[in-house]
Structures are given as structure tokens and as C-alpha cells.
């Protein structure tokens, strides 16, 4: 089998400090204190296991606190697993915190340049892909200043028009993106949904369960950290529904 994302008993585990009290709390307290139990962690993710095939388009749902963001994270790298192998044979193109990358002093065809070349393509084919990203953009005119002046809109839009022209292999996406005014918003989504169908393989973290059972080969639902349920879209989203007492308020 051809896997691009491999989780294998994937556990996370965050500490849970307390404050250290003030003198003055520290004596009024004491007994409290004397009492007070260590500090302790709370695990965020427990014992995972699952795997993405190439081109799948994989769902996952969960209510907040569930572990959603720290999967994405350890995916994406930026932190790790405490126990458990996270394998990725794919370089990812993350569509979370869309423009972290740019340096305000920089003009949009220079972040264009830098971001374009992060990605994974090379300094001509981003200079190949230049004027489709500025068009799709919308930026027009502005597109030869510093981004700084740029509205967080002209940011966002930016940011996104490069991520999809840069040939994603592994889209990782929290929420299906609606970026800028309704139009750009529309744009945007159809770009992203013509990606996913045209066979890019995804990790897609949402609380759109309409869009999760249209879009999503196969559903993961995290709960507590683990996993409750997961396959077909429809028949993991209705027990999610069920689950959270929510059955009534249909994905429909």
C-alpha cells in the first residue's frame, strides 16, 4: 500500500503547571497549600494509529478539546509525539496560518518569490507561476509594495494563491478556507475542492459536516484524544452526531 502519512500509536502528552503563589497567598493558604496535590499532564492524543493513502482525502471531526489541532501539529511537525512514530513521505503544504511566512518589509512578489520556493518549487518555477498567483490573487496594483500596507484580506488571499500553485502532494487544511470577500470566497473553495477531486492527497481537520461528507473519502472522529470511530463519511459523522446529542441538528 502507498502511504503518505503513517501514524503508529501516536500518544502527546502537555504538562499542566500551577502558578507559584505569592508570599502573601502562600501564608493566608497554607493548609490549601500543604495539601495541594504535584503537578500532572494531561494527555492530548492517545495511542493513535491510522494511515493516509495517496490521493485520499481524509476527514477529521471532533469537538473542541478533542485533539484536532495537535494532530495537525505533530503532522505538520512543529511539535512531537511524546510516544508513537509520525512518518510523512510527502512534503506537506499546510493551509493553516495562512502568511506566517511573510516578511512585512518585502514586497507581495518577493514573498511570492521566498514563500513560492518554501513550498518546494524552484526559484523559474515560481517565477513561471508568478503572474497566476498575482492574478488570482486579486492584489493588482499593491503587488509591488511592501505587504505591511496589505489589509489582513490582501494577506490571506496572497498567502492562499501561492499555496495553490505551488503543486500541493499533501494538503493540510484546518476548515475548508473562505478567504476574502463572498467572490474570493467562492473562488477560493472551488480552487481548493478542484484540488482535493483532482487527486491531492488531504488531512482535513473541520466542524462543516456538510462539506466533510461531500469532499472526504474517509472520517476520522476524535474524541478525548482517541479515536471513536472512523470510515465512511456518512456513517461516522452520524455517529458523531449521535454521540455529541446533536442527532436531531442534521449534516445535511
Not at 495511542?47 to 471532533?62: D, R
Amino acid at each position: 500500500m502507498n502511504y503518505i502519512a503513517e501514524i503508529v500509536d501516536v500518544w502527546k502528552k502537555f504538562p499542566l503547571r500551577r502558578e507559584r503563589p505569592g508570599f502573601k497567598e502562600f501564608v493566608v493558604n497554607l493548609p490549601k497549600f500543604v495539601k495541594r496535590k504535584p503537578n500532572c499532564n494531561f494527555w492530548a492524543l492517545k495511542g493513535l494509529n491510522f494511515n493516509v493513502t495517496k490521493g485520499e482525502c481524509l476527514g477529521i471531526i471532533g469537538k473542541n478539546g478533542a485533539g484536532k489541532s495537535t494532530l495537525l501539529s505533530l503532522l505538520l511537525g512543529t511539535i512531537y509525539p511524546t510516544r508513537g512514530d509520525i512518518k510523512v513521505s510527502q512534503k506537506i503544504t499546510p493551509l493553516l496560518d495562512l502568511g506566517a511566512g511573510f516578511h512585512p518589509d518585502l514586497t507581495g512578489r518577493e514573498n511570492i518569490l521566498i514563500n513560492g520556493v518554501l513550498l518546494g518549487l524552484t526559484r523559474d518555477e515560481v517565477l513561471e507561476r508568478m503572474e497566476d498567483i498575482i492574478a488570482f490573487s486579486e492584489i493588482g496594483e499593491f503587488i509591488d509594495i511592501p505587504s505591511r500596507t496589505y489589509s489582513s484580506g490582501m494577506y490571506l488571499r496572497l498567502a492562499f494563491s501561492i499555496a495553490v500553485f505551488t503543486d500541493p502532494k499533501l494538503l493540510l487544511i484546518d476548515e475548508i478556507l473562505g478567504v476574502g470577500d463572498e467572490n474570493f470566497k467562492k473562488k477560493s473553495s472551488d480552487a481548493l475542492i478542484q484540488l482535493i477531486k483532482g487527486g491531492v492527497t488531504t488531512i482535513m481537520v473541520s466542524h462543516d459536516l456538510k462539506s466533510v461528507k461531500e469532499i472526504c473519502d474517509r472520517v476520522i472522529w476524535l474524541n478525548g484524544g482517541k479515536v471513536e470511530a472512523t470510515g465512511e463519511p456518512d456513517k461516522v459523522v452520524e455517529a458523531y452526531l449521535k454521540g455529541v446529542g446533536m442527532y436531531n441538528i442534521t449534516a445535511n
